[in-house]
Structure formats: structure tokens, C-alpha cells
């Protein structure tokens, strides 16, 4: 099955969206809507009620785009120079920080944003990056729906509150997971993008050996070669030198002393932690996690599955793998869902399968309530329905090789 004819397929060939789903997702959408605008003139988002800025993710992204405009590109890595220049972009000094712990790559974005004032950055980022996730979900999707699907998932209020670069990271994940089989050098492209956040991307050359897309891991090294050379040009030595040596701080301060709060980790590292259990004992559990998803997306993009269940479950796999995962991240959950949304389309929900979708989205609402890892659940859910589709997939499409 070429690309071309998954995008193409005829929705009216399929079972369509039920109402009550379009409702729902209606109905969420407009409760994000609702809460947005009425934070924002609050003074509860991006500013507060005396017009100075309010201390959220974003501000690590402004302030580190200043010190790049201001010739000081090392000093990102630097978290007394970094926080200093938090509290200058939002007018006053505030408890916490919020550090940088990107690769170089993506101060190119950084320092664009800086151009602008605080609050229109932010507002810009969001008006950049939204576009690119709504249109990634819609053309997985494959219809009109997929744009109300992607503005309801309750992830989207997540980011969006906080300026993060979950939208970001679920366009370039979707999108190139879209373009794979069509069009594998642009594939390799987005993949290679999303180096900026090479967390993400731990099972990503598992899938792509294993199906034998090497057109697309040339693509994707080369991109990332590339970035990191032209980064290097730009930003120098000692910066690249910061990102590596920041490393190890940063895993000791958020991993080892849970300087952010080991419940805010959405992963099985941080519910092992948040349950009281060693460093050791929650690297043994990733570990294990690690190496399980490792296996399972090597067999699954090796078997005769339809390519959508191949692509959802390294989406979803991919949240699991890494130990790092915040509930801004979960926008990226998005991605498989849509896939397995589309194959329902075409098919007909299976047994329990709309239901513990809605399940997955509820437990990433409740998160502000528990602080918990309720979000490495309902990625487990998206998993555990990506399985079972996996094993139950029959006919034609589920036995003719894809890749």
C-alpha cells in the first residue's frame, strides 16, 4: 500500500466518524477556546493583569534567544546567566527555573522568536507550530475531521498554556511518518529535524533498519549532520561544549533529584520514582520498558501489518522509550491515535476501542489534579490498542508487504 493510497482512500468507503465522537471533540474544542481566552484576560496566561510576563516554559526559549542576539550563545548552558536573563524577558525575578536543555540546533528558532517582544513570541510560536501539528493530524486522518480531532486532544491545552514545543514535535513526527513510504527522503528530513528533541527519537532507527528504509536514515543523518555543522558555524565550539557537558547536569538534577517534581514524568522512570522507588531500581524499569518496545516495533515493522498500525506503534513506542516526558509531550500521542482514528474510519471501531481512547484523553486531563504519571498510562492504553490491532489485522491489506 503506497502512501498515495492511504492518503487517497475514500472516507465513504469506510464506516465515517459516529456523531457522538464529533460532539465530543466539538465540545472539547471549545472548552479550550474557552479556558485560553479567558486565562489570557485574567491575567492568568502569557501575562499577567500588570502586563508583565508569566513564568512558564517559553521564557527558557525568549531568554535564550536574547542571549544569542546578544552574542552570548554558551551562556544558555549556564543556568545563573540562563535564569538571569529569564527574569529580565519577564520583568522581575521567580521562584524555579526553567533551563535549556536543547542541542544547539534549535537556538536558530530561539533566537528568531527574540526578535520579538515576550508576549507576541509567544504568541507567534504558537501561531507557527499549531498549523504544522493540525495539518499533520488531518492529512493522517485523511479528512476534515482530523482538524477538530487535533484541536480537541486535551494535550493541546497542555502546550498551549505553557508555550512548549509539543506541536512541533507531533507535526515533524506524524509528518514524516506520513511521507515514509511516498516520499522517503523528505521523511528523512523530518526526522532528522526532530533531532532537536533526540529523546523522542530513541526507536526511530529500530523501525527504519528493520524495514529497510535506508533512503530515508541516509536522509535523516545527512539533516542532522548538517544542522549541527551549521549550528556549529553560527553558535562556536564552546556552545556545542555547553550541550554536551550540560547533559549529565541536567539528568541529575530532573532524573536523580527530581528537580522538577518526578510526578510531572511521564514515563515509567518517573512513576517508579514518584512511587518512592530508587534511581537504580527506575533505570532497571526503563531499561526493561526500553528494550520491550525496541523488540516489539523491530516485529511489527518487519511483519505484514497495514502501514498504519506500523506507524502508530512507533509513535506511541517512542513516548515509552525515553525516560524523559513531560505532559506538554503527550500532543506527540496524538500521532498514533490519528492513525488508528483513520483505519477506524475505513473499518469500524473495534470492541471497547472508542471508549479507551476516551480513556486515554481523561487521564491526560486529569493530570493538573494528581501530578501524577497518569500520562505513561495513557500512553500504555494507546499501545495496548495498537497491539491488539496489530494482531487481529486481516485481509488483503494486512497481508501484502508495505515497506
Known amino acids: 500500500m503506497a502512501l ?75 543556568w ?54 493540525l495539518v499533520a493530524i488531518r492529512a493522517i ?71 529497510g528504509q535506508w533512503r530515508t536514515i541516509t536522509a535523516a543523518g545527512v539533516t542532522t549532520v548538517l544542522m549541527s555543522a551549521i549550528s556549529w558555524l553560527a553558535f562556536g565550539t564552546a556552545t556545542w561544549q555547553g550541550f554536551i557537558g550540560n547533559i549529565g547536569h541536567t539528568s541529575t538534577a530532573f532524573l536523580s533529584n527530581g528537580f522538577a517534581d518526578f510526578g510531572k514524568l511521564q514515563t515509567a522512570f518517573g512513576l517508579v520514582r514518584t512511587l518512592g522507588g530508587s ?34 506503534g512507533l509513535a506511541a513506542a517512542s513516548m515509552l522509550a525515553t525516560p524523559y516526558l513531560y505532559t506538554y509531550d503527550l500532543v506527540v500521542l496524538a500521532v498514533p491515535l490519528a492513525f488508528l482514528f483513520r483505519v477506524a474510519c475505513e473499518t469500524g471501531f473495534e470492541r471497547q476501542e472508542l471508549s479507551m481512547s476516551g480513556v486515554a484523553c481523561a487521564l491526560i486531563v486529569m493530570f493538573p489534579f494528581v501530578t501524577a504519571p497518569v500520562g505513561f498510562f495513557a500512553v500504555l492504553v494507546v499501545a495496548w490498542l495498537v497491539a491488539r490491532r496489530a494482531l487481529r489485522a486481516t485481509g488483503p491489506a494486512a497481508s501484502t508487504p508495505i515497506l
Request: net charge neutral.
Open 141 to 211: 486522518v485523511g479528512s476534515r475531521i482530523g482538524y477538530l480531532f487535533a484541536a480537541a486532544f486535551p494535550a493541546v491545552l497542555c502546550n498551549s498554556l505553557v508555550g512548549q514545543n509539543g506541536f512541533l514535535s507531533a507535526g515533524l513526527m506524524g509528518g514524516a511518518l506520513l511521507m515514509l513510504t511516498e516520499r522517503p527522503v523528505l521523511a528523512g528530513i523530518a526526522f532528522g529535524a526532530l533531532t532537536y528533541k533526540p529523546h523522542l527519537g530513541i526507536l526511530i532507527p529500530v523501525a527504519l533498519i528493520a524495514a
Open 279 to 312: 534511581e537504580p531500581l527506575a533505570w532497571i524499569v526503563q531499561s526493561l520498558v526500553i528494550t520491550a518496545a525496541a523488540v516489539l516495533v523491530a516485529t511489527l515493522w518487519r511483519s505484514r501489518a497495514r502501514y498504519e498500525i506500523k506507524a502508530a
Open 80 to 133: 545563573p546567566t540562563h535564569k538571569a536573563a529569564e527574569e529580565i524577558a519577564l520583568g522581575g525575578p521567580f521562584a524555579g527555573y526553567f533551563g535549556w536543555h536543547y542541542p544547539p540546533i534549535f537556538l536558530f528558532a530561539a533566537a528568531a522568536l527574540a526578535l520579538a517582544p515576550y508576549a507576541i513570541a509567544f504568541g507567534l510560536w504558537l501561531a507557527v507550530t499549531v498549523p504544522i501539528y
Open 4 to 78: 498515495s493510497e492511504i492518503t487517497a482512500a475514500p472516507r465513504s468507503a469506510g464506516m465515517g466518524v459516529p456523531r457522538p465522537v464529533e460532539l465530543v471533540c466539538f465540545a472539547l474544542l471549545v472548552s479550550n477556546l474557552v479556558y485560553l481566552c479567558a486565562s489570557y484576560f485574567d491575567g492568568l496566561w502569557i501575562l499577567t493583569s500588570h502586563g508583565k510576563g508569566i513564568p512558564t516554559d517559553f521564557v527558557n526559549v525568549w531568554a535564550a534567544g536574547r542571549l544569542v542576539l546578544e552574542g552570548h550563545p554558551a551562556g544558555v548552558y549556564d
